[in-house]
C-alpha cells in the first residue's frame, strides 16, 4: 500500500492490516524517530501526527490508514529548518535521555496547532505522555515557548505542517 | 505524642542484642558485626566517597581521533543515559586538548576499542572519576601534537601555542589533522602540567548538550534503532509468576506460526526468531512454556519479610552507645516508616541486537555495564572476551536497570541458532514483571531529646531486600569484605555528627525476586525515614525544623556544607515553619556520595489531593562543570524522587507483579510534576562531585513534612497518602 508520510509517497508491504503504525514506520520506512514504549497506548513515545493530530502509532493498526497524512519527528523539521517545537526544545535544553522526547514534541506540535497560545491546564490536559527522566519542568517551559515562536512566526518552517 | 505511634509492633527482641551480649555473646550476634570497627569505618568510607574510575588512564591514543577535518572524537567509556555525562566529557577535553567545543564529538566506545571501564557508569560518578584522568589524557594528547608540530614546523616546541586545534609559533601553524598525518606510533610523554580552573573557556559554563540535535530530531541513536543487513527479530518467553523456573515447553504451534524462522530452545530458555517484530510477538505468545512454581506469593508475604528484627543485621554506624540509651523506654520516641517495591520504567525497554559469527560477535545495546555484558556473552557463547565486541548506544534510560544485563545472551544466543543479527527487546509486561526492582524497606526510628530540645541518642534499623548482593558489580569478595549492602543502607546513616550518640543498622532480606540499583539506591526511602523523623523529633522538642537540625550538624568539612546548602535553602525558599495561605513548607536534606543537597517542598491540599507547587533546591557538588546540566539533573531528580514517593508501588497478586503497563504504574505527568522548580549550585569543593542522584534523596520527607504542617498527619508510608 502507499503511505503519504513526512511529504513523501512511499510504498510498503503489509502482510496484516493489524500491523500497528508504528512498526510499520520503524522496521518497514526505517524511521526510528518515533518510539516503542509501551504498546498500549499509554506512554506516548510512538505519538505521530495523522492529519495533524496526534496519534498514538502503537495502538493505530495500518489498515485504518486510508488517504490521510503521516507525519513523523523526521518530518517535523530540521536542523536547517527546525519546527517551532523543535526550536523551543533546543532553546529550553530539554532532553536528557530523550527517547520519549520525540512523542512530547509531536504532541506538542498538534496542541499548538489546536490551542495557539495553551495555558498550564491545557497543557496538563493534552500532554499525557511518560517521561522517566522526568524533564517536566523544562518540557512546559518549552511548549509555551514554542506556542509563542509559532505565533511569532507567519509561515511555519518544516515541511510536516498541514 | 499520638503521632509517635508504631503503625507496626517491633519485635522488640531484637533491639535487646547489645543488652544480653554478656550472656549470649556471638552465637546471637551471628553476622552482627557491631564489635569489627573495621567493616564500618569501610561502609562509612564507601559511603562518603564516589568510585574511583577503573579503566584506561595512560593511552590517550585509544580515548582520542582526530578527524581529517581537525575535529576531535572523544572514545567515552561512560555511556550517556540523559545524565549530561558527554557534554561534561566534552567540555573538558575541549579545555585541555585545546579545541573548541564545536570541535568534539563524543561517541560510546566499543569495547573493541580497548578503552573499557572496569565498573559501570552509574553511581553519580562519570564526570567526577573522570576529571583528573580525562583531564591528563587531553593534556598529555596536546603535548604529544605539540611536539610532532615542532618537528614539522621545525619551530621549538616552547614557542608553540594552541587554539582550536591549530597549533601556532614562529610566524607558522598546522591544524591536528594535518600534525598527525604519517605519525605511526605515538610516543607517551609524561603528564604535563594542567590548566588552571581559572583558565578554563569551557568548564564551568553552561553549555548546551552535544547530544541535543540528535535527540531533537530523532536520529537512531538508541541500542532498539539499531539495524543490521539481513536482520530478523526475537521473542524470549518470560514467566508472569514471581520465582517460576522454566522446565519446557511445547512450541509445536508457535513453529507454524507466519514469519517464523526458528523456535531457539536452550536448558534456561526458550524464545523463536521471526521476519518481522510482531511476528515474533505473536509465534512467541503461541508457545506453551511449564514453569515450576514453588509457592504463589502475595504483596503480604513481602510486607511480612521486610521487618525490621527479621533476617541478617550489620551495624554500619556507631557513635557513642545509643543503643544502651534507646533501651529505656522513658522518654523513648520512635517511629516507623515504609517504602513499597519500585519500578525502574526506563522508557527504552531492554534488548540487544547481537549478530554472532563463526568466530567472534558484535552486539550494539543500551548497556551501563560494557565489560560485564562483554563477559557474560563471552562466557554463554565459548569466546574469548576479545571476540566479543559490545558497541553500547544511547541508552532511552538507565536508573540502573541495565546494569543487568542477561538479554545480551538471549539474542546471541538467538542469533548464533539463525546464523543471523537478531534484534531482541522486553515488551513493557516483561518490563515491568521482569525489572530489577527497587526493594521494599521498612525502617525503625528511635530517639531521646534532652531537656534543652537536643538529640541526645537517635538510631535508624533499615530492612531492605539486597541491592548490592548478587549484583555482578560487585565482586563476591568485596561484597564479604563490607560485610552489608552498601546499595541498601546509602543515605541509612546519621548525618548529624554533633549528637553525641548515633547509630544505624541495616537488615537483610532476600526476596524471591530480583532486587537492584534504583537510582540513589536506599537513598529515597531512608532519607524519607530520617528526614521525617527528624523533622518529628524539632516538632517534639518545639523548635523550627531548621533549626533544630543545624544545631546538630558538626563543623567538619562535610558539616560545614550541609548547613551552608540548608541555610541557603531556607534563606532562598518560601521556607516557614507555619502554612501561609494554606501552603505549607517542607524541608529536608541529606549527603549523598560526598554531595550535600537540601530541598525545600511547597505545598498545598484541596479536596484530598496534595499538590506540590515549587521545590527549591540548594546542591553542593563542589565544581559544576556544567551548571545547567547539574540543574536538569536536580529538576529530573526532585520530579522523578516525587513521582515515587507520592504514586509509584509495585504489588504482588496470586504470584505476579503488577501493574504491567504505565498508567496502571502511576507517575508523575505534565500535572503532576510542580511548576515551578528553583535550583542554586554551591561550589564549595575544587573538584566535581556526584549530581545526578543525591537531589532524590530529600524530596519524599521535603514533601511530607509539609503535608504535617498543613494536617498534623506524619504520613509513614510511601506512596504517600491522606487515607
Request: a positive charge.
Amino acid at each position: 500500500m502507499e503511505i503519504n508520510i513526512n511529504g513523501n509517497k512511499r510504498q510498503v508491504t503489509v502482510t496484516d492490516a493489524s500491523t500497528p503504525l508504528l512498526w510499520i514506520i520503524r522496521d518497514e520506512l526505517d524511521l526510528k524517530g518515533t518510539k516503542f514504549g509501551c504498546g498500549r497506548a499509554a506512554c506516548g513515545a510512538c505519538t505521530v501526527l495523522i492529519d495533524g493530530q496526534q496519534v498514538r502509532s502503537c495502538s493505530f493498526p495500518i489498515g485504518n490508514l486510508k488517504e490521510q497524512v503521516v507525519t513523523t519527528i523526521e518530518g517535523l523539521g530540521t536542523p536547517q529548518q527546525p519546527h517551532p517545537v523543535q526550536q523551543a526544545w533546543i532553546e529550553e535544553i530539554v532532553p536528557q535521555c530523550g527517547y520519549c522526547q520525540p512523542g512530547f514534541m509531536m504532541a506538542t506540535a498538534a496542541l499548538i496547532n489546536n490551542i495557539v497560545n495553551p495555558s498550564d491546564e491545557d497543557i496538563d490536559t493534552n500532554i499525557t505522555n511518560v517521561c522517566r527522566c522526568a524533564t517536566h519542568y523544562r518540557i512546559r517551559k518549552a511548549i509555551h515557548r514554542a506556542a509563542a515562536i509559532q505565533s511569532q512566526t507567519p509561515k511555519v518552517a518544516g515541511n510536516g505542517k498541514q | 505524642m499520638e503521632n509517635n505511634k508504631p503503625a507496626r509492633k517491633v519485635s522488640r527482641r531484637k533491639f535487646i542484642i547489645k543488652a544480653t551480649l554478656g550472656t549470649l555473646g556471638g552465637l546471637v550476634l551471628g553476622t552482627y558485626l557491631f564489635r569489627k570497627p573495621i567493616q564500618r569505618s569501610i561502609a562509612g568510607y564507601i559511603n562518603t566517597l564516589a568510585g574511583p574510575y577503573e579503566g584506561s588512564h595512560d593511552n590517550p591514543v585509544i580515548w582520542f581521533e582526530i578527524t581529517p577535518d581537525n575535529r576531535v572524537i572523544l572514545q567515552s567509556p561512560k555511556v550517556e543515559m540523559g545524565q549530561g555525562t558527554f557534554t561534561g566529557l566534552a567540555q573538558i577535553t575541549a579545555d585541555e586538548l585545546g579545541v573548541g567545543i564545536d570541535q568534539v564529538s563524543v561517541v560510546h566506545a566499543p569495547s573493541a576499542s580497548g578503552n573499557l571501564d572496569g565498573t559501570a557508569t552509574g553511581g553519580s560518578t562519570s564526570v567526577s572519576s573522570l576529571w583528573q584522568p580525562l583531564r591528563e589524557l587531553a593534556a598529555t594528547m596536546r603535548e604529544m601534537l605539540k611536539t610532532e608540530a615542532a618537528s614539522k614546523l621545525g619551530v621549538a616546541v616552547t614557542a608553540l601555542n594552541v587554539s582550536n586545534g591549530i597549533i601556532s609559533g614562529g610566524g607558522k601553524s598546522i591544524t591536528y589533522a594535518e600534525t598527525i598525518k604519517g605519525v605511526k606510533k605515538w610516543k607517551i610523554p609524561a603528564t604535563p602540567k594542567l590548566k588552571e580552573i581559572k583558565d578554563y573557556q569551557y568548564i564551568g559554563k553552561p553549555i548546551a548538550r552535544v547530544d541535543l540535535k540528535a535527540k531533537v530530531f530523532g536520529e537512531p541513536i538508541f541500542g532498539i534503532d539499531s539495524v543490521m543487513p539481513e536482520m530478523l527479530y526475537g521473542s524470549v518467553v518470560r514467566p508472569t509468576k514471581v520465582g517460576a523456573q522454566y522446565l519446557d515447553a511445547d512450541t509445536s504451534e508457535a513453529e507454524k506460526m507466519p514469519g517464523v524462522v526458528k523456535v531457539v530452545k536452550e536448558k534456561d530458555f526458550v524464545g523463536v526468531v521471526a521476519k518481522s517484530q510482531m511476528e515474533a510477538e505473536n509465534a512467541k505468545n503461541a508457545i506453551k512454556a511449564n514453569w515450576k512454581v514453588d509457592k504463589i506469593w502475595q504483596t503480604r508475604d513481602i510486607e511480612n519479610l521486610i521487618q525490621v528484627g527479621k533476617g541478617d543485621a550489620i551495624e554500619i554506624q556507631k557513635t557513642g552507645d545509643a543503643a544502651d540509651m534507646l533501651e529505656d523506654p522513658t522518654g523513648l520516641i520512635t517511629m516507623e516508616f515504609t517504602s513499597p517495591i519500585g519500578a525502574h520504567a526506563q522508557m527504552e525497554p531492554n534488548g540487544a541486537l547481537a549478530f554472532v559469527e563463526a568466530d567472534k560477535a558484535t552486539i550494539r545495546m543500551s548497556t551501563q555495564v560494557v565489560k560485564i555484558t562483554r563477559s557474560e556473552v563471552a562466557d554463554r557463547l565459548g569466546l574469548k572476551e576479545e571476540q566479543v565486541n559490545i558497541i553500547p548506544t544511547f541508552l532511552g534510560g538507565g536508573f540502573g536497570r541495565r546494569l543487568h544485563t542477561p538479554h545480551a545472551i538471549q539474542a546471541a544466543v538467538m542469533s548464533k541458532a539463525v546464523g543471523k543479527p537478531v534484534k531482541y527487546f522486553f515488551n513493557r509486561q516483561e518490563e515491568f514483571q521482569h525489572d530489577t526492582f527497587r526493594p521494599p524497606t521498612h525502617h525503625v526510628l528511635k530517639a531521646k531529646l534532652n531537656a534543652n530540645g537536643l538529640i541526645t541518642a537517635i538510631e535508624h534499623n533499615v530492612s531492605s531486600g539486597d541491592v548490592m548482593y548478587g549484583s555482578a558489580l560487585v565482586p563476591t569478595m568485596v561484597q564479604h569484605v563490607i560485610g552489608a549492602d552498601l546499595g541498601a543502607w546509602r543515605g541509612g546513616m546519621i548525618i548529624y555528627g554533633a549528637i553525641p550518640n548515633f547509630r544505624a543498622v541495616s537488615w537483610r532480606v532476600k526476596l524471591p525476586f530480583a532486587t537492584s540499583w534504583w537510582r540513589s539506591l536506599g537513598l529515597l526511602a531512608n532519607t524519607f525515614a530520617i528526614e521525617s523523623f527528624m523533622d518529628e523529633l524539632a516538632i517534639k522538642a518545639n523548635k523550627d525544623p531548621v533549626q533544630f537540625r543545624l544545631a546538630q550538624i558538626q563543623d567538619t568539612t562535610i558539616g560545614k556544607r550541609l548547613k551552608e546548602v540548608i541555610k541557603v535553602a531556607a534563606e532562598k525558599s518560601n521556607y516557614n515553619n507555619q502554612p501561609v495561605n494554606g501552603r505549607a513548607t517542607g524541608f529536608a536534606c541529606c549527603i549523598d556520595v560526598g554531595t550535600p543537597c537540601a530541598q525545600v517542598a511547597e505545598v498545598s491540599i484541596e479536596a484530598g489531593k496534595i499538590t506540590i507547587h515549587k521545590v527549591t533546591c540548594v546542591i553542593d557538588p563542589g565544581l559544576a562543570v556544567n551548571p545547567d546540566q547539574i540543574k536538569a539533573q536536580c529538576e529530573g531528580a526532585i520530579i522523578m524522587g516525587m513521582s515515587a514517593a507520592m504514586f509509584e508501588r509495585m504489588y504482588i497478586e496470586d504470584g505476579q507483579l503488577k501493574p504491567i503497563i504505565y498508567g496502571d504504574y502511576k507517575m508523575a505527568s505534565m500535572k503532576d510534576a510542580p511548576k515551578e522548580i528553583e535550583v542554586i549550585i554551591l561550589q564549595n569543593d575544587d573538584k566535581p562531585g556526584a549530581v545526578g542522584e543525591p537531589p532524590l534523596g530529600p524530596i519524599g520527607a521535603a514533601i511530607a513534612n509539609a503535608v504535617r504542617r498543613l494536617t498534623g498527619k506524619r504520613l509513614t508510608a510511601m506512596p504517600l497518602s491522606l487515607g
